[in-house]
């Protein structure tokens, strides 16, 4: 994984999970905006990590609490997870130890798909995401709704370092058809969904910028 920061150790430690093919820089416009009052923790995940080999959801989470534990980290305010980070959030919550006090799910992934059409959609997704470096971002408003191109970049860093191996083993481990974990009854109390779509894109971007605040 690759590890970005923003703001003083110091303070209360949010923690960013991000979506399917974009790098964890892509949080870093919010969290700049955050830094003053947050330490801010963005990892890319080794999917997305040029020269990384993706070994599993387990890996992941073991890189995550070895950066916390290295930098004295024992709580979290606030973990954010979009999309398939969702996923991978998830994972962590349900395993690390770390008290967390807040939960924000962008736009969380938590379709139930089963492992053979995960494994048909590996050669479609992969081709959609390379074509974003291929075309330095031209195919981004084909392949979303949201055509900006302040978002450009980070997709086009993606796609430039995404290997089929590491999108494959990802997809065969993510997603699972499987029944959403359960939480204390304290913390259901802090979690926030938010889900937006083409027809309310502006809606929900307010509603994100609103949670955030």
């Not at 959403?180 to 259901?188: D, R």
Request: proline share 3%.
């Amino acid at each position: 994984m690759l590890f970005q920061t923003v703001g003083n150790e110091l303070n209360p430690v949010i923690l960013f999970f991000h979506a399917m093919g974009v790098t964890g820089e892509s949080s870093m416009p919010v969290a700049k905006k955050l830094a003053d009052k947050y330490y801010c923790v963005l990892p890319t995940s080794t999917v997305y990590c040029a020269n990384q080999k993706y070994l599993g959801k387990s890996d992941e989470i073991q890189q995550i609490k070895r950066f916390l534990s290295d930098h004295g980290i024992k709580e979290i305010e606030l973990v954010v997870a979009s999309s398939i980070g969702a996923d991978l959030a998830m994972a962590f919550l349900t395993d690390a130890k770390i008290p967390v006090k807040h939960i924000f799910f962008d736009g969380g992934q938590f379709a139930q798909i089963g492992k053979i059409t995960r494994r048909i959609m590996v050669p479609f997704l992969y081709v959609a995401m390379k074509s974003l470096y291929w075309t330095n971002g031209k195919t981004l408003k084909k392949i979303m709704w949201c055509d900006d191109d302040n978002i450009k970049p980070y997709f086009i860093e993606a796609g430039k370092n995404l290997s089929y191996t590491n999108l494959r083993k990802q997809m065969d481990d993510s997603l699972e058809d499987k029944s959403f974990p359960k939480f204390s009854e304290e913390l259901q109390k802090h979690i926030f969904f938010e889900f937006g779509s083409k027809e309310d894109h502006f809606k929900y971007r307010n509603a994100v910028m609103q949670a955030y605040k």
